[in-house]
């Protein structure tokens, strides 16, 4: 089916509350396919054990520049720099996801990312430990990181019934914030007894056993006529930016989500990651309370996950969203008012829970409602506007953090957040709604 069809059927939708044409076209109406539990078990256990590698090694890398320079700016810098060159393939990530065949995509961008780690470790068991060399590193990771996003994000829906997609998604979210949990100890400890070189190495050895196990899970290959379609419709990858902007604009819940995300992203969501920050200057700086911070945020992610896939959510996907999204701004707030640590400690953890309350949903519905041939394009929409507004955000944010009252810059972000999401609710409308497709929606749904 080309994507002109897939947009008149869109344009028919607007005036509807409900968008279940799109979602039977995407996911077949969630139709469950013989053996699709097996093959959502591997993809999870695939991705999870990339990620740990992943993790651990970004934790190993950063901090050992933090140590050897002990300069936050180019701890702040390097991490930029990693998310704006996962920015710069997003979108040639997803035009190829639309074009290729997805598990291959992910299988060579997991490939590519170890080979590089592996140069790098070589570099540094052989006494070359420069910082530059290490800022190549994590740039080239970023690079394979915005293939990779895509091609993940897009395959998903092709091997899982439709009405699991939220309930996997949220597992999967809590799988990353477990390893999320463990990755910074373990850092620490690997740092103290193995040359950073060695540790690099990790790496290569889980994105191998990623590799394996991705090479058994069963992804479909894209049809001749979803490749036509994702070479015909627009000539660069500028081109197929646009493309995807206006197919996602033509949705008015999509629509309205994108949005909500990009400034939630840019101006919120950039505060609640500077924990250890407002740590030490409202606090202290003394060790146990950082790590209770990281753990409390960390722990909430897992419970948040676990929650929304035990639960399932509500049938109004933007609804759900926006609920994740004003929770996260209030404990923004109250990080900002917090009287003591330990306030401040539940405000973190509060705060982890909603990440999966605002992110899962919206995740979700973007595979429930877009189409296959689309998937990948939309996809990479998404991860650009994650990469290049969390980056904007933090560039800004961190400066101010030191020349400004940080528990005021919390209060008032935290207030604009809020008032930012009344607006949009109180606008209502058809952008307001985004129905799971498989629920009838009713006049008293969410």
């Known amino acids: 089916m080309s994507s002109v069809a897939v947009e008149e059927d869109v344009s028919q939708d607007l005036s509807s509350d409900r968008i279940e044409p799109l979602a039977d076209q995407a996911t077949g109406g969630g139709t469950a396919r013989p053996g699709w539990l097996r093959d959502v078990a591997l993809f999870l ?39 704006l060159a996962a920015a710069l393939t997003a979108i040639p990530g997803g035009v190829w996801a639309d ?19 592996m140069i790098l470790a070589a570099f540094m068991l052989n006494g070359f430990e420069s910082v530059w060399l290490i800022a190549v590193c994590l740039a080239l990771r970023g690079l394979g990181s915005g293939i990779q996003q895509p091609a993940v994000s897009a395959a998903l ?116 990651q500077m924990g250890p920050v407002f740590v030490v200057h409202l606090f202290g700086s003394e060790q146990w309370m950082l790590a209770a911070c990281e753990m409390a945020f960390f722990i909430g992610m897992v419970a948040g996950g676990v929650t929304m896939g035990a639960w ?90 030191d020349r400004v009252n940080v528990g005021g810059m919390a209060v008032v972000v935290g207030v604009a957040g809020l008032v930012f999401l009344a607006v949009l609710t109180l606008i209502g409308g058809p952008g307001s709604k985004l129905y799971a497709p498989q629920a009838a929606p009713s006049a008293s749904a969410a």
Not at 60 to 69: C, D, E, G, Q, V
Not at 201 to 219: E, P, W, Y
Not at 234 to 257: F, N
Not at 361 to 374: D, G, R
């Open 45 to 83: 256990t695939a991705q999870s054990t990339s990620i740990i590698g992943s993790s651990l090694v970004t934790y190993a890398l950063t901090w050992y520049i933090t140590l050897k320079t002990g300069s936050g700016a180019q701890f702040a810098l390097l991490l930029i720099a990693s998310q």
């Open 99 to 117: 074009r290729h065949w997805r598990k291959l995509l992910m299988m060579a961008s997991d490939a590519g990312v170890a080979i590089v780690t």
């Open 312 to 401: 399932g959510g509500l049938r109004n996907r933007m609804t759900l969203a926006t609920i994740g999204m004003a929770g996260f701004s209030a404990m923004v707030v109250l990080m900002g008012l917090a009287p003591n640590i330990w306030v401040f400690i539940a405000a973190l953890g509060l705060m982890g829970f909603m990440l999966p309350v605002l992110n899962t949903p919206l995740v979700t519905a973007i595979q429930e409602i877009i189409p296959e041939n689309m998937m990948g394009r939309v996809m990479s929409l998404v991860t650009l506007i994650n990469t290049v507004c969390f980056p904007l955000g933090m560039a800004v944010a961190g400066p101010m953090a």
């Open 157 to 272: 829906p092709q091997i899982a019934p439709s009405d699991k997609l939220l309930r996997i998604n949220s597992l999967n979210q809590a799988l990353q914030a477990i390893i999320m949990v463990a990755s910074p100890a373990l850092a620490l400890v690997l740092l103290s007894f193995l040359p950073l070189g060695w540790i690099l190495m990790v790496d290569v050895v889980t994105a191998a056993i990623g590799i394996g196990i991705t090479a058994f899970i069963r992804i479909p290959k894209p049809t001749a006529e979803m490749r036509a379609d994702a070479q015909s419709h627009a000539q660069g990858y500028l081109g197929h930016t646009a493309e995807a902007v206006r197919y996602a604009w033509r949705i008015p819940g999509l629509r309205r989500a994108l949005v909500m995300c990009a400034v939630m992203l840019t101006f919120v969501v950039p505060l609640g």
